[in-house]
């Protein structure tokens, strides 16, 4: 399988685009490492969308890359109108704002 693989520059945010080219059997994929922006035409895997923050930390770690902060992500993802990504979940902000049930009728 021939492969060849180089970055360019990503056309909605102007990021770091990975750009994926096989020739057996021929498709083309890209993906974002500063919006999350992907796309591909490989057969059985077609299709495009935006890819959430760990998997975009994932793909920049593989290449060395620090990670992307939320409100990074938040700001790009603004400026290109793209979909905003909610903020981290925090498992244990319930429990910290509860306050104690109140006994009197």
């Not at 021929?26 to 922006?37: K, L």
């Amino acid at each position: 399988m021939a492969t060849h693989s180089y970055v360019d520059e990503c056309e909605l945010c102007s990021g770091h685009l990975e750009i994926i080219e096989n020739t057996r059997p021929p498709h083309t994929s890209e993906e974002c490492y500063d919006c999350g922006w992907w796309e591909t035409n490989e057969e059985g895997y077609e299709g495009s969308g935006f890819r959430d923050l760990n998997e975009i930390n994932d793909l920049r770690m593989m290449d060395g890359m620090d990670e992307l902060s939320h409100e990074d992500l938040v700001a790009t993802r603004i400026r290109i109108n793209g979909p905003v990504p909610l903020p981290p979940y925090d498992e244990y902000a319930c429990v910290i704002n509860r306050r104690p049930a109140s006994r009197d009728p």
